[in-house]
T-cell receptor, first 116, second 114 residues
Framework: AQTVTQSQPEMSVQEAETVTLSCTYDTSESDYYLFWYKQPPSRQMILVIRQEAYKQQNATENRFSVNFQKAAKSFSLKISDSQLGDAAMYFCAYRSPTGTASKLTFGTGTRLQVTL | DGGITQSPKYLFRKEGQNVTLSCEQNLNHDAMYWYRQDPGQGLRLIYYSQIVNDFQKGDIAEGYSVSREKKESFPLTVTSAQKNPTAFYLC?????????????FGPGTRLTVL
């Protein structure tokens, strides 16, 4: 079974600075998908960014980018120019390829605080 | 607007009672999911359905039941057999059976057992 580990329960960043959230995972599969979800105080889960394992190029979405290291099974999220609205819980998630159980396996989350 | 609705937002139940959480989507998605969220444990999959009239158990299905009679609806029943039902419950849906398809989440239901 796949597992996802987020070793940072809480992180803090100053507004306009850059922060990196860590995520590692364990799998025996070679093809899979990785996601970062944001959960603000409203508790609505919002997809931030996604990465396909067979793509070597790191995904980027505006101020959000990932550092995907397949051999190390690492998938970190970098938030640049942090804003107050980025304060939330961030969850890393793993998804098996098509044909198997299409569920998401989540990490335990990292709470990000953004300070002035 | 397309989206996922969950009702009620807050639900209180006495011990020994069954309770049903509603999840409706108008995104025309084939697949639907139920997750449970507890503090410090992230989200865990309870049940999922990839097509009408078919569903599979997730990681923590004991004490829960579901049905999928309509494409847009995937209600979750928390039975009295669930020993610790107090939690936040999230419903999600995705299009097709491709694993890459994004899962869209509803706003959640907070269930408290009194």
């Amino acid at each position: 079974a796949q597992t996802v580990t987020q070793s940072q329960p809480e992180m803090s960043v100053q507004e306009a600075e850059t922060v990196t959230l860590s995520c590692t995972y364990d799998t025996s599969e070679s093809d899979y998908y990785l996601f970062w979800y944001k959960q603000p105080p409203s508790r609505q889960m919002i997809l931030v960014i996604r990465q396909e394992a067979y793509k070597q190029q790191n995904a980027t979405e505006n101020r959000f980018s990932v550092n995907f290291q397949k051999a190390a099974k690492s998938f970190s999220l970098k938030i640049s120019d942090s804003q107050l609205g980025d304060a939330a819980m961030y969850f890393c998630a793993y998804r098996s390829p098509t044909g198997t159980a299409s569920k998401l396996t989540f990490g335990t989350g990292t709470r990000l605080q953004v300070t002035l | 607007d397309g989206g996922i609705t969950q009702s009620p937002k807050y639900l209180f139940r006495k011990e020994g009672q069954n309770v049903t959480l509603s999840c409706e989507q108008n995104l025309n998605h084939d697949a639907m999911y139920w997750y449970r969220q507890d503090p410090g444990q992230g989200l865990r999959l309870i049940y999922y359905s990839q097509i009408v009239n078919d569903f599979q158990k997730g990681d923590i299905a004991e004490g829960y039941s579901v049905s999928r009679e309509k494409k847009e609806s995937f209600p979750l029943t928390v039975t009295s057999a669930q020993k610790n039902p107090t939690a936040f419950y999230l419903c999600a849906s995705s299009q097709g059976r491709s694993s890459y398809n994004e899962q869209f989440f509803g706003p959640g239901t907070r269930l408290t057992v009194l």
